[in-house]
């Protein structure tokens, strides 16, 4: 099944479409991801805004009637905040090369600071850092 990445769409799975998050993971450096096929990044995509949308975020949605994913906010203007999609691929990625059935993989430096992510909040370090600043309540996630 397509992924679909549908801004404020009601189906909508992930932040970034494939070619978006392969664009994105280039300019930022993501070597590893490169050597994922479609449906691992698919996966991962997937996974990793499912992730994300576990935190809870400041303001309320743009669309809140028919809007699946987290974002965009009313502050947005419509759109995915760039800080958004950095910590979707940096998850993804994080995801795609590591994987999260071994929760040990996600202490020690790749683990998301204690203090600011909260207890159990399953975003890598480097995803967290990005998405740090839309997150209310720093401490908790869910809902």
């Not at 994300?52 to 699946?68: E, G, L, M, N, W």
């Amino acid at each position: 099944m397509a992924l679909d990445s549908t801004v404020a769409g009601a189906n909508a799975e992930s932040y970034l479409s494939v070619a978006d998050a392969d664009s994105l993971a280039a300019a930022l450096g993501l070597n590893a991801w490169t050597g994922k096929t479609t449906q691992q990044k698919e996966t991962a995509l997937r996974r990793a805004t499912a992730q994300i949308d576990a935190h809870r975020f400041h303001h309320p949605k743009t669309y809140s009637v028919t809007q699946r994913l987290a974002f965009p906010r009313e502050r947005d203007g419509g759109t995915i905040p760039e800080a958004v999609k950095r910590a979707t691929i940096s998850q993804a990625e994080f995801l795609a090369v590591v994987g999260d059935g071994d929760r040990g993989k996600w202490e020690g430096p790749n683990a998301a600071p204690v203090k600011d992510a909260g207890n159990g909040s399953p975003l890598c370090r480097e995803a967290f850092h990005h998405l740090a600043r839309y997150v209310s309540r720093a401490g908790t996630y869910g809902e």
